[in-house]
């Protein structure tokens, strides 16, 4: 065992996440991300997604826009590990444009990936989680979720609905030593939001907006997830840790 892999495994065991059975839903920039810190630090991971691309070889590939599909997956992802200590959604989707020019369709659309998705997975792991007594959940809200920025309306509404699905998960799942979190990422770079960013001034615009003076990485938001998944966060349950660099500040 080299050094880094022999820190990484102490890691693991010191945030007891060696050996957790953890389920992600969404593989993109952030999912990614997510799995692969999980992974180095001895984690066994469960990664659904609709890419087969994304979810790999050994992931599993599915279209969460459904409720039964949803509660096999995590019926599946439970028997493949054999437990589900942690559960991490990172589902999700927007599309920038003004109020006035969404469709019946986009809307529904973005509150089925987004929140529906969120509902219907999250229910199924706290089922299995209520029941030994032990789990952590945590969903990828955003920023927009409490600020009003323009363009995000489905978005927006979607990660506000996040935020307070999971307080009520949290309420009612306190006392079974289930904690549910949610992490609201600010500006990241991401695959998704590179071609966003490419446009003149956006990046310059963003960067000025966040008293760090940078945009965030899928790392930050990562480091995050291993916290409240770890046994670090015992006793932090409906909380909607900013990842932000400070953009919620002003």
């Known amino acids: 065992m080299n050094g880094s892999v022999a820190v990484e495994a102490a890691v693991g065991d010191w945030l007891g996440l060696s050996g957790a059975g953890v389920l992600v839903a969404g593989a993109g920039g952030i999912g990614h991300a997510i799995i692969e810190a999980f992974e180095a630090l001895g984690a066994a991971v469960t990664v659904v997604d609709g890419d087969p691309d994304r979810a790999g070889a050994d992931g599993i590939v599915a279209d969460l826009r459904d409720p039964e599909t949803c509660r096999r997956i995590v019926a599946e992802a439970h028997a493949r590990m054999g437990r589900l200590d942690v559960f991490i959604h990172a589902v999700g989707m927007n599309l920038r444009q003004p109020v006035l020019d969404f469709t019946d369709e986009d809307w529904r659309t973005i509150v089925d990936v987004n929140l529906n998705t969120a509902f219907w997975l999250g229910q199924a792991a706290g089922r299995i989680m209520v029941e030994q007594r032990s789990g952590r959940l945590v969903f990828l809200s955003s920023v927009s979720g409490l600020l009003a920025h323009k363009h995000h309306a489905p978005y927006a509404a979607t990660k506000g609905g996040i935020n307070q699905m999971m307080r009520v998960m949290a309420t009612e799942w306190a006392p079974y030593n289930v904690t549910v979190n949610a992490i609201g990422p600010g500006y990241v770079e991401t695959p998704l939001t590179a071609a966003y960013l490419e446009k003149p001034g956006i990046r310059?615009?963003?960067?000025?907006?966040?008293?760090?003076?940078?945009?965030?990485t899928t790392a930050d938001v990562a480091n995050a997830a291993l916290f409240l998944a770890s046994n670090r966060a015992s006793f932090v349950t409906g909380h909607v840790l900013y990842v932000d660099g400070g953009r919620t500040l002003v």
């Open 204 to 216: 310059a615009g963003l960067e000025s907006l966040v008293p760090a003076g940078r945009l965030g």
